[in-house]
Structures are given as C-alpha cells and as structure tokens.
Nanobody, 123 residues
Framework: QVQLMESGGGLVQPGGSLKLSCVGS????????IGWFRRAPGSGRVAVAC????????YYVASAKGRFAISRDKAKSTVYLQMNDLQPEDTGVYYC????????????????WGQGTVVTVSE
C-alpha cells in the first residue's frame, strides 16, 4: 500500500520554526520528486517547494525563499521542510506529494499524496 505521511505541524508564534517530515512507504520513492504544498484557509492548494531524486530543489512561493529549506534523506525515505521565521500567512495544511522524476509544480502530475499536517502561526 502506497503511503505518504506528514508530521511536524503545530502551533507556533510568529518568528518561530517548524520542521515538517514526509515519510514514504509502499513504493520506490527514490525515483520520485517529492513536493510540499500548502492549503491556506479559504484558498486552494499551492506548491511551496519540491526536491527531485537528484536533489535538485525548487521553491514556488516567493515568501518562502530564504526561510524554507527542503531536503531529503533517501535512506529514510523522508523529505523534510524546514520552515524558519514563520509568519501568519504561512498558516495552512501542508501536504506532501510524489511525482515521477521532475518537479513540475503542477498538482495534476502528482501520483501520491499524504493526508496533510496543520501549521498554525499565531500569537
């Protein structure tokens, strides 16, 4: 059974940090690019960052550049999203997904999805 499972979300004050994890199982994740997406309250899901099987990274949200860092540990089938200096606009449900080989940033290209982890940035 293919599964992606996110963890690491929570409530944090502005300026704080969180590290999200996405663990893949039931498929050979090495050939896949893994992306993080965010669904803010009242909005659609948007791409935040992605890492390919060759460790090439892409960031899709301008405000995330310089504050977020995506990385992967192939031995653990895990992709991380380190989020620093969090702001209220970073609030949302964060999903990880898997698409074959490259980071396109297009949700329709993703084959597998996790259930999401909630990040709330508030005083």
């Amino acid at each position: 059974q293919v599964q992606l499972m996110e963890s690491g979300g929570g409530l944090v004050q502005p300026g704080g940090s969180l590290k999200l994890s996405c663990v893949g199982s039931g498929f050979t994740s090495d050939g896949y690019a893994i992306g993080w997406f965010r669904r803010a309250p009242g909005s659609g899901r948007v791409a935040v960052a992605c890492v390919t099987r060759r460790d090439e990274v892409s960031y899709y949200v301008a405000s995330a550049k310089g504050r977020f860092a995506i990385s992967r540990d192939k031995a653990k089938s895990t992709v991380y999203l380190q989020m620093n200096d969090l702001q209220p606009e970073d609030t949302g449900v964060y999903y990880c997904g898997a698409e074959w080989e490259t980071c396109t940033g297009h949700q329709t290209e993703y084959e597998y999805w996790g259930q999401g982890t909630v990040v709330t940035v508030s005083e």
